[in-house]
């Protein structure tokens, strides 16, 4: 062996191997999946069937049977062993070979909403006050699509590819329980997507850090003593105490949240009082959300708004109780992405899209992706345009006219089945590699 040909060979294993971002390659000299963009291309018509079948039989969180199995049959039908149930009604696959013990994990919510549609559609929900309107149909779909995709290159998988379905994203804190049962036990990363109507079709968004808010539900009641509306002072009237104790409140945005931070105190429920006017209830309740991109602000706000209202209510000579109604609205912590995770994922987003919007602006809006990274596995999570006038997609999430551009699907496909390839490609360690 000549000293030019060791040299080259040499070379040759460190551009490989040692240096981070350049993917490994198969035998034929290609990355995996170059053609990725033309292959989710090829599955678009069968991208938007299977779409249209969920979207058809919206199930709210942790009822999510009909969904299941046909995420089932699906995954039957290409070939792809799963476990079920995990989290109630979750789904976990496995796309490899075992050449390598890496995994990566991709996710998809699966739960619908207690809305009644109103979009006019020929595949209309079927199921009376339930509504696919926070696009997670069109996530299963995706994830299926990128299945597809990788499943039909299984043999160059340098390592494990985790496919997710959970459950009841929408309140019911799914994703701690997948979490707690299992679904990411040695996953090295995990990604994420949402369909975002607030930008144009096909854009891939995102930013390093938090990307969406912690969130915590509350329920307060005050309690007083009623009478008689024309005799307050025999009364502790509770309304008057309730009114002060929201409007006391809002200093906890204003006066100790920093004006470079975020954070939000909503109240969207009130109530007070029934029957006659001229009574004085004996209690007042009300209700809301705190919003922080923090988890330790949220903490802070969470004790800082039962000082307040304790303080308020003693002020009127009333008593108050905080209900944080954890076993039916669980708290959500912030969404962060992984620094490393962010980047790798603009980076594939850039190749595969020609472009990706960095730094994009977060959200107080909770999402309980954040779980995966909240429990220690490096995440990132990135927003999906779908905002296409032509096609009528320009209505917000959660609204009952929310309609999804499906063109978007092969865009979402691709990118799933790009992020769990090349993470493997250049993450893995061939066996028998060794270190010079």
């Given at each position: ?20 971002g ?8 290609a ?11 090829d ?6 069937s ?23 049959e ?18 976990v696959?496995?796309?490899?070979h ?10 998809a ?22 509504m ?27 390592g494990?590819?985790r ?7 929408e ?6 329980l997948?979490?707690k ?7 090295a ?9 607030f ?7 995102s930013r ?53 931070g ?13 029957g ?5 209830p ?6 809301g ?11 802070y ?9 304790t ?7 009333c ?24 980047k ?42 779908i905002r ?13 006219r929310?309609?999804?551009?499906e ?8 990118y ?18 060794q270190?010079?």
């Amino acid at each position: 062996m000549s000293g030019h040909t060791s040299l080259t060979r040499i070379l040759l294993f460190l551009l490989v191997h040692a240096l981070p971002g350049v993917p490994i390659c198969s035998a034929s000299g290609a990355s995996i999946l170059t053609s990725v963009s033309k292959e989710a291309a090829d599955i678009q018509s069968w991208l938007v069937s299977l779409r249209r079948r969920f979207h058809q039989i919206p199930e709210l969180m942790y009822e999510e049977v009909e969904t299941g199995k046909l995420i089932r049959e699906t995954l039957d039908n290409l070939g792809i062993s799963y476990r079920h149930p995990l989290a109630k009604t979750g789904i976990v696959a496995d796309i490899g070979h075992g050449s390598s013990s890496l995994t990566v994990a991709l996710r998809a919510d699966m739960d619908a909403l207690p809305i009644n549609e109103q979009t006019g559609l020929e595949f209309a929900s079927k199921e009376p006050g339930k509504m696919h309107a926070c696009g997670h149909d069109s996530h299963i779909t995706m994830l299926l699509g990128a299945a597809k995709l990788l499943k039909a290159h299984e043999k160059e998988l340098p390592g494990t590819v985790r496919l997710i379905f959970q459950p009841a994203e929408e309140g019911g804190a799914g994703g701690d329980l997948m979490v707690k049962e299992g679904a990411v036990k040695d996953v090295a990363a995990i990604f994420g997507l949402h369909v975002w109507p607030f930008t144009p079709s096909g854009t891939l968004a995102s930013r390093a850090g938090p990307i969406m808010g912690a969130c915590q539900q509350f329920q307060v009641r005050i309690t007083g003593v009623g009478g008689h509306a024309a005799m307050p002072h025999a009364t502790v009237d509770p309304v008057v105490a309730a009114a002060n104790t929201i409007s006391a409140l809002q200093a906890l945005v204003s006066r100790e949240t920093s004006p470079l931070g975020t954070a939000v105190v909503s109240i969207t429920r009130l109530a007070a009082g029934e029957g006659a006017y001229n009574v004085i209830p004996d209690s007042a309740n009300f209700g809301g959300t705190l919003r922080s991109l923090s988890h330790d602000h949220l903490m802070y706000m969470k004790q800082r708004m039962e000082e307040v209202v304790t303080a308020q209510a003693q002020s009127h000579r009333c008593s108050a109780e905080v209900d944080w109604l954890e076993l039916k609205e669980p708290y959500y912590p912030p969404t962060v992405n992984d620094r490393a995770m962010y980047k790798f994922a603009a980076e594939v987003g850039t190749r595969l899209q020609g472009g990706f919007m960095e730094d994009y602006e977060p959200t107080l809006g909770g999402e309980d992706f954040s779980f995966y990274g909240h429990a220690g596995v490096p995440a990132a999570f990135t927003f999906l345009g779908i905002r296409n006038e032509t096609a009528g997609s320009v209505h917000g999430l959660h609204t009952p006219r929310f309609m999804m551009d499906e063109e978007v699907l092969q865009t979402g496909a691709a990118y799933l089945a790009s992020l769990a390839s090349e993470y493997l490609a250049q993450h893995h360690k061939p066996a028998g590699k060794q270190e010079l």
